[in-house]
């Protein structure tokens, strides 16, 4: 066969043995694909079927087929290509480039499901996201953040002691039961947002969906290991209140991609930070130190993804500082009626931190706490910082974020 | 309600799709048109005929009795556009390559497997062939029709796949299929590859069309030829539709490719000259 690269008006090409019910029009197709539309392909080979099936095939790819006349050498057929291969690919576009920089300003509903920088045929569905502008949900820091998270990944039934003898008294057993039911809660929401804000977003921006896809694997994994935790002595989980689920619950309802991500990772699993790093100096036994220190750093990616998010979205769209504002607002507005934190969760954090139940201890607990929400109220501000509110505001803001901490 | 209203044969599910596709695009050209489906051909020839649609997209078979019924009633009737891939088709009588027939002579007394009673290119016209090589069905040899889709004209692709398991199965000697489908069934393992050798094939023949009716003037006969022959594989938004109706452009009709169908359906008795249904055991 012919390899120039310049199309030639004839090519030949030798199908040996090989029918076209077995591969030969792999052979033919790059064949055609040397000549230009009205240009010939002359075709040679044994099987005996071939100018039968070759006519058929022709027929429906749209070229035509002239059986060779006697005294034609060895020739069976020519074919003479038609348009129609050219036709389908004439309207076809890039989307986008593959690399993260080539992400497009606004990814087509046609585009749907092709991978990004694909040369896509014209016409077929339209598949609809919400998020299909770049703004909407893109960080620069996206590829970095997942391919640090890829890399992190850890395996709760390996990466956590659980046959570690201890035994605790009954009641810091219970303290710890308690914590670990509430984390299993708000893990359980941080495992759901992220899981709606993927399918809201054009997969034309795969880093992102791989970010949250592997976000929402983190927190499948944190609700694992804190069940685990809590039903590791006794079996038999704590309290769920009202007022931690009615805060959780007003997560869900945030339907805007970036508010979301604001609420949940910037403020919610910002404030975690501080209470994970809390819970691994206060752990009484080497089980919950060690869970509290793998997710505290899995948690600590997902704030970075928020902030990174956000910075970059606060960049493009001044306004976008007013939402956020009133989306804490609105927020702090529909839980002022409820009770904030589970009583039994403040009551478990004091006895951690306390040890004993002796006075001077529970007072140690005590500070212990007020210190654990002045670190929360501060990472808060330095976050809303970052993101542009003035000292005053974010000091303001950071106060009206659920006293449920997530 | 004024427009254009066509009649097509719901053989396939994908048939609401292309000529729902079809309608939008039309519509979109600023021709009224609708569609309306039938179970099988022979109504839809009866109700082209009887004015009750203006234009049918009908097999070749259909297309022949139309002829003889439109020609009784004096109703106009006249074929528009056909496919591409409608012209010149050929179909192929194959026997297993390790067995005992050589030659066409070689099947006087053996079993021939063929599609339904009424499929064109897997019954009528290789019988007709075969009766044209000096083999009559059902003296010279045994017939072993797959009645999958009767009324369907053959579109539905059962018959013929169950004519071709047969020869593998050695319940018949033969196996009649339109050249196309020898190729997909080699594909597909319903045939092994080299298992089958080409005994003999019919002539050219050509295959649908669609047909105006007498409801439809020539006016609008000629705007509906005029866009369908303007679709262009190039434009996405019918490419779809034309890859699902398996073309790649409409052509003008022509009458020329069915003679020998024609001659099928005068040595079988399949209609009689006045179009009526005489084929034995034919109920669609």
Known sequence: ?406 | MNGIVLGAVAYDPKVVTIWSGFRSWLLGQGLEFDFVLYSHYERQVEDLVGGRFDAAWHSPLAWLRTRRLAAVAGAGVRPLVMRDTDRDLTSVVVVRTDGPVRTVADLKGRTVAVGAADSPQATLLPLQHLREQGLVAGVDFDVRRHDIGVGLHGDHVGGEREAARALMAGEAAAACMIDANHLLFAQEGTLPAGGTRLLTRTAAYDHCVLAAGPSLDETSADRLSQLLLSMSYADPDVRHLLDLEGLTRWMPGRESGFAQLAAAVESTGFYDAEGRVTATGYRP
């Open chain 1, 1 to 406: 066969m012919t390899t120039d690269d310049t199309p030639l008006d004839t090519v030949t090409v030798d199908l040996g043995d090989l029918g076209l019910e077995r591969g030969a029009r792999l052979l033919l197709r790059r064949a055609l694909d040397q000549v230009p539309a009205g240009g010939e392909v002359t075709v040679t080979g044994s099987d005996p079927a071939l100018v039968i099936h070759l006519t058929a095939w022709c027929r429906r790819e749209g070229h035509t087929v002239s059986p060779a006349q006697p005294g034609d050498g060895g020739v069976r057929a020519r074919v003479r290509r038609g348009g129609t291969a050219s036709a389908r690919w004439a309207g076809a576009e890039r989307a986008g480039g593959p690399e993260p920089g080539g992400a497009a300003e606004r990814a087509e509903p046609h585009w749907g499901l092709a991978a990004r920088g694909a040369l896509v045929e014209a016409g077929g569905p339209e598949v609809f996201f919400p998020v299909a502008d770049r703004d909407t949900a893109w960080t620069d820091l996206a590829p970095r953040l997942y391919r640090q998270a890829t890399a992190a990944q850890w395996d709760p039934w390996t990466a956590v002691a659980w046959d570690t003898s201890f035994t605790l008294p009954d009641e810091v057993e219970a303290a710890v039961v308690q914590v670990m039911t509430y984390l299993v809660e708000n893990e359980q929401a941080a495992l759901v947002v992220p899981a709606r804000l993927l399918v809201q977003v054009h997969p034309h921006f795969r880093e992102i969906l791989q970010l949250l896809a592997v976000q929402a694997a983190d927190e499948a994994r944190h609700v694992e290991v804190f069940t685990r935790r809590a039903l590791l002595k006794n079996g038999v989980m704590g309290t769920s209140s009202v007022g931690g689920r009615a805060s959780l619950t007003s997560l869900l309802a945030e339907p805007d991609f970036s508010i979301a991500a604001f609420l949940l990772s910037v403020l919610g699993e910002g404030s975690f930070l501080s209470l994970l790093t809390f819970l691994e100096r206060h752990a009484p036994d080497p089980v919950t130190r060690r869970i509290s220190h793998l997710v505290r750093q899995d948690e600590a990616r997902h704030v970075a993804f928020g902030v990174g998010h956000l910075e970059y979205r606060a960049r493009v769209d001044p306004r976008l500082r007013g939402r956020l504002r009133s989306a804490v607002e609105r927020r702090h507005d529909a839980l002022a009626g409820t009770a904030g934190l589970n009583q039994d969760v403040f009551d478990a954090l004091v006895l951690l931190a306390a040890g004993s139940w002796a006075p001077e201890a529970i007072a140690r607990g005590w500070q212990a706490v007020q210190r654990l929400q002045a670190d929360m109220d501060e990472g808060r501000r330095h976050r809303l910082s970052r993101l542009g509110f003035p000292d005053d505001e974010a000091a303001e803001l950071s106060q009206l974020h659920t006293r449920n901490f997530m």
